[in-house]
């Protein structure tokens, strides 16, 4: 069974901090590595995806890859209550093109 | 561009009665995902198709569900007979089908078996 582990507990942040999201999974042949956001009683969409260990940028979001050790992460500088949702990550393993998903991890960026 | 297309948004059926939930993907994609989303389960995948042939549907419950996709614009999901364990919304998702390819989301149909 391939897995895909994220913290189930809600992370709370004050607005203007540092939100930091995790993710392992069981795959090690896992060569993409995505993190989509999911509003309540939305669909998910994408906001990074990664390919390469190390660090992905895009404004205020970096992605980081670590194949080695099986983990994925999501920091979210500068939060804003509007990033008040919650986190998914997923995986594709090496073969198929379907994507694995963790259960998410709900953020909640306060005033 | 339109997006994803999913049919109906919510579907209130009795338990034992037939239910079909309709796909219409984004034109040029050629892999097409049905996942189902519960809160104690997440997001499972279902079954995917790639160039309308089904790929993988080792996520498919039981006999009960069927997914076909006779062309590349339309894909469907039935339920027969539902029950009320099948509550849940269902997504399908699109993607161009490279190893890197994202999926993109429609906005789903909640389903409510009574």
């Known amino acids: ?111 | 561009d339109a997006g994803v297309i999913q049919s109906p948004r919510h579907e209130v059926t009795e338990m034992g009665q037939e239910v079909t939930l309709r796909c219409k993907p984004i034109s040029g994609h050629n892999s097409l995902f049905w996942y189902r989303q519960t809160m104690m389960r997440g997001l499972e995948l279902l079954i995917y198709f790639n160039n309308n042939v089904p790929i993988d549907d080792s996520g498919m419950p039981e006999d009960r569900f069927s997914a076909k996709m006779p062309n590349a614009s339309f894909s469907t999901l039935k339920i027969q007979p539902s029950e009320p364990r099948d509550s849940a919304v269902y997504f399908c998702a699109s993607s161009d089908g490279g190893r890197g390819g994202e999926l993109f989301f429609g906005e789903g149909s909640r389903l409510t078996v009574l």
């Open chain 1, 1 to 111: 069974q391939k897995e895909v582990e994220q913290n189930s507990r809600p992370l709370s942040v004050p607005e203007g901090a540092i939100a930091s999201l995790n993710c392992t999974y069981s795959d090690r042949g896992s060569q993409s590595f995505f993190w989509y956001r999911q509003y309540s009683g939305k669909s998910p969409e994408l906001i990074m995806s990664i390919y390469s260990n190390g660090d992905k940028e895009d404004g205020r979001f970096t992605a980081q890859l670590n194949k080695a050790s099986q983990y994925v992460s999501l920091l979210i500088r500068d939060s804003q209550p509007s990033d008040s949702a919650t986190y998914l990550c997923a995986v594709r393993g090496n073969s198929g093109y379907a994507l694995n998903f963790g259960k998410g991890t709900s953020l909640l960026v306060t005033p």
